[in-house]
């Protein structure tokens, strides 16, 4: 499976961006998903995450703010980021964790949040 992100790009505060990562080569529908990111200097953390049952969880820091979603029939995780702040800068991944074989990365999207 391969995961290619979409969506970033330079926003004001208080502006909205969609993230998508589309899947490729299986279906994602049994899969625990999630988004990442990673700041300049910084480790990278977890953002959101979505489970194979549909269970959703949140960063603190995020809450309220944004939403995860994945529509199995487009193969494809959403970020939907709303109230965004100058913190929130950063290249954004996501992920696919498997059982077998590990956890696969997509290639980043940068976002970035003006003040």
Known sequence: ?????????????????????????????????GWYRQAPGKQRELVAAFASTGTTNYADSVKGRFTISRDNAKNTLYLQMDSLKPEDTAVYFCNLQRIVGGTVWGQGTQVTVSS
């Open 1 to 33: 499976v391969q995961l290619q992100a979409s969506g970033g790009g330079l926003v004001q505060a208080g502006g909205s961006l969609r993230l998508s990562c589309t899947a490729s080569g299986r279906s994602v529908s049994t899969y625990n998903m």
